[in-house]
């Protein structure tokens, strides 16, 4: 039996997306999404905060860097994928990431810090509370996507 590989998160943009043309009609955006979630532990609030790296391939690639800013909301589902390389001193490198196969821009265009439209309809709140997720974890620039 085959195995199954999906992901499916709703969180806010660490970044803005980074956009790059590997080829003519070949694109790839790269953006961190954070995910949160509550509990009350011995009469104190606790949170957690995850941080996942996504990965857009072609023409949504392209409308994630157009519609998509840092602190917006999104839908994604995907799968995980982890990579390996080998940085320039041999060392070998492992990065786990999400790569979207559907991407959904929610809320409202109020709540985009860069500008720009969104691309679907939708009935959300106009109300946007930004959230403090802590800092966003650094990414070793070995770490792009090795191409």
């Known amino acids: 039996m085959a195995g199954i590989n999906k992901v499916i998160i709703v969180g806010r943009l660490g970044n803005n997306p980074e956009l790059k043309t590997l080829s003519p009609g070949n694109m790839v955006a790269t953006f961190s999404v954070a995910t949160s979630e509550s509990w009350v532990k011995d009469g104190q609030k606790q949170e957690r905060t995850e941080w996942h790296r996504i990965v857009v391939w072609g023409k949504q690639a392209e409308n994630c860097s157009k519609y998509l800013a840092k602190g917006r909301q999104v839908y994604i589902e995907g799968r995980l994928q982890t990579r390996q390389w080998e940085d320039q001193q041999g060392v070998k490198k492992y990065s786990t990431e999400i790569v979207a196969n559907t991407v959904q821009f929610l809320g409202s265009n109020n709540e985009q810090s860069a500008g720009g439209n969104n691309n679907y309809n939708n009935n959300h709140s106009d109300d946007f509370q930004a959230q403090d997720f802590g800092p966003e974890p650094k ?9």
């Open 139 to 147: 990414f070793d620039t070995s770490e792009e996507i090795p191409f």
